[in-house]
């Protein structure tokens, strides 16, 4: 297998896994669990790591002179890395509301 689809592959599954967790913390949130919730928050935020790291990897291969072609699949990647990112940010407003509510 190609080295970058390789990477995209792990940034696709890393931030997926990411977006679920957040996902999942926000239902926690809303029926009241919010110890679930920040777990949930914090397991999405590793995974999320896992696949901005893979990404930065390629950001410095090619910021070494190695360029990286653009590619659907690592566009898809980057698109997914970026989706994940707007939904922690959104999770993270939509459990303090949730919280706020609770009090």
């Known amino acids: 297998m190609d ?17 679920s967790s957040y996902v999942e913390a926000v239902g926690a ?5 919010f110890d679930r919730a920040d777990e949930l928050m914090k397991r999405g ?4 790591l ?19 072609a653009m590619t659907l699949m690592i566009t898809h990647a980057e698109d997914q ?4 990112e707007t939904f922690k940010i959104v999770a993270i407003e939509l459990i303090d509301v949730y919280r706020r509510l609770a009090q």
């Open 3 to 19: 080295e970058l689809v390789r990477i995209s592959f792990q940034i696709i599954a890393a931030v997926g896994g990411a977006r």
């Open 29 to 33: 949130a809303k029926e009241g669990d």
């Open 45 to 48: 935020e590793e995974s999320f």
């Open 50 to 68: 896992a696949g901005h790291d893979a990404h930065t990897s390629l950001i410095q291969r090619e910021a070494g002179g190695d360029p990286v």
């Open 81 to 84: 890395l970026m989706a994940a």
